[in-house]
């Protein structure tokens, strides 16, 4: 048993679970957390509370931000929107084939490196941006590193609302990407229509791995199409299946009906197992 509450750097982003230690942040708090380049702003989008997993490999809650913490961190808000609007003339400048995606700024590098910029960025193929580079930096007056990111790391980044109505998973709570196939969508009965399988990134969507598993499952088990089955309304041939409901669609010999019965119903196993016991 411990306490966790969830923060978020931006609004209707990535959550980040900590514990809260003996703070008792509630929703909307500003708070201090713990990152690579020192304690960080972050509002609290889920008050601590006690939870029943074990919460000992969790980080902690620096403290509550105070004044100090709220400028410092409406400062570093307004280095970014400037560095963003420089890189986006730059770049049109340059003539380069560039997507800025999204822009971090570090006030003070940790080991007193002092200010730095990290501009991420898309674009069709590898670019050469040494020449950006530093006029960014003379622009800017502080160290700038360019990243170019993939197409999914783009939509984690950015955001946005899938087809399914909700927030995108990669946004939210996917921590890494798994191997994604067109076998995944085959599986699943799914039309091959890359707009309908395609995410906001243009690959493949992720979720076709969250069901692809029982898919697998039901049909190592389940009686093929075009089996014949002994169904409880009597003899058949399997036309269909319903992974879903767990049911599979067999047409009747009797009269060429069509009724939906459970898979147990009709695996040869289980009827086996009811004859011999």
């Known amino acids: 048993m411990g306490m966790l509450c969830a923060v978020s750097f931006n609004r209707y982003g990535r959550l980040f679970y900590f514990d809260p230690g003996e703070f008792r942040p509630g929703v909307g708090d500003r708070v201090l957390v713990p990152t690579d380049d020192g304690p960080e702003v972050a509002e609290c989008v889920w008050a601590a509370q006690w939870v029943s997993e074990e919460t000992e490999g969790f980080p902690r809650l620096v403290a509550m931000a105070a004044d ?44 007193g ?30 160290r700038v590193e360019l990243r170019q990111l993939s197409a999914r790391d783009s939509a984690r980044v950015q955001g946005g609302i899938g087809s399914c109505g909700r927030d995108l998973c990669c946004a939210t709570f996917l921590n890494d990407f798994e191997p994604v196939t067109i076998r995944m969508a085959k599986d ?22 969250y069901e692809h598993p029982l898919y697998q499952a039901f049909q190592a088990t389940a009686p093929a199409v075009g089996t014949r089955v002994t169904t409880p309304e009597g003899e058949g041939r399997v036309v269909g299946h319903s992974v879903p409901r767990d049911s599979v669609t067999v047409r009747m010999d009797a009269d060429g009906s069509r009724c939906s019965c459970s898979r147990a119903s009709v695996c040869g196993s289980r009827q086996a197992y009811e004859e011999r016991y």
């Open 188 to 209: 699943q009965d799914l039309p091959l229509n890359p707009l309908r399988i395609s995410g906001a990134c243009g690959r493949l969507m992720c979720c076709l791995k």
């Open 68 to 111: 100090d913490d709220l400028r410092r961190d409406e400062l570093l808000r307004k280095r970014k929107a400037e560095a963003k609007v420089a890189a986006k003339k730059l770049i049109r400048d340059h003539e380069l084939p560039m997507k800025v995606v999204a822009v971090d700024h570090v006030l003070d590098g940790s080991g």
């Open 113 to 142: 490196q002092g200010a730095r910029t990290t501009i991420y960025f898309t674009a069709p193929h590898r670019v050469d941006f040494r020449s950006l580079v530093r006029d960014l930096g003379a622009t800017l007056h502080c």
